[in-house]
Nanobody, 122 residues
């Protein structure tokens, strides 16, 4: 069994900052790509940022220069530092990880957290 748990969401004023965390636990052999997604009311879930095991990152254009994704492989944890938050950033933020499980062979499978709510007031 593998579980992802997000934390760090909350209510902030426009221009403020939040740091989200997502930790994976369970029968983990290794973790490849980890990423953050968000879903606002009435919209589809979208990819915000991704990071591979070696540290290379990719960002959605809407958050470049404001958000930073990082990971601590020893802790099986990925972070999202969000600065300069805007009202349009308000959403439920979800963590996703491609994980090879113990005894599961050479290919990983995707696991999702249950989300953490970010609200931005103006």
């Amino acid at each position: 069994q593998v579980q992802l748990v997000e934390s760090g969401g909350g209510l902030v004023q426009a221009g403020g900052s939040l740091r989200l965390s997502c930790s994976a636990s369970g029968s983990i052999f290794s973790i490849d790509t980890m990423g953050w997604y968000r879903q606002a009311p009435g919209k589809q879930r979208e990819l915000i940022a991704a990071i591979i095991s070696g540290g290379s990152t990719n960002y959605a254009d809407s958050v470049k220069g404001r958000f930073t994704i990082s990971r601590d492989n020893a802790k099986n944890t990925v972070y999202l530092q969000m600065n300069g938050l805007k009202p349009e950033d308000a959403a439920v933020y979800y963590c996703r990880a491609n994980i090879r499980t113990l005894g599961g062979g050479p290919y990983g499978q995707d696991f999702w957290g249950k989300g953490t709510l970010v609200t931005v007031s103006s």
